[in-house]
C-alpha cells in the first residue's frame, strides 16, 4: 500500500497523513487540510486514530525510513526511547543520543534533528520540550492525550 493517506481528525483540528513506500512510513505530517490525492484509508492511520481516541501506542514497531544524516538519524533513534506519557528536555535527549547535553553544539543539533524529524508520531518528538517536527498546538494536544 504505497502512497500518500490521510484523514482529518477532529482532535487535533487539522488531517493527519502518512505516506508509504512499501513497507516502510516515509513521512508523517499534520497539514491543515486533507490533501486532494491522499486515500483515507491504511492500516497506520487506524492505529493513528485509535491512538488520538485513547489507545495507548508507542508507533515504534512502525518501520520507518529515515533519509537523514547519521548525526540526525542517532538523536531521532534516542527519541523514539521517550516513554509513551513522559516529555523530556532537549538536553536529556542529547544524554540519550550520547551526546555532551552542556554543549551548545551538540544542544544545536538535537534542536536540528527534532525539526527535521519526517515521522513525527512514529519518532515521537511532541514527548519533547522544544522544537520539533510536530507544529506546536499538535504536540501539546498529543502530550496531553497521553497524560
Known sequence: MEG???????????????????DRVISVSFPESVPDDAGPDHPLLDRVFDYLDGAE????????????PTDQRTVLDAVRNVPYGETVDVARVARLAGLDDEDEDDLHAVREALRANPVPLCIPDHRVSGPGATPPEVAERLRDLEA
Open 57 to 68: 501506542d508507542h508507533f515504534d514497531d512502525v518501520t520507518v525510513a529515515l533519509t537523514v
Open 4 to 22: 500518500i493517506y490521510a484523514r482529518e481528525s477532529p482532535r487535533l483540528g487539522r488531517a493527519v497523513q502518512v505516506g508509504v513506500a512499501g
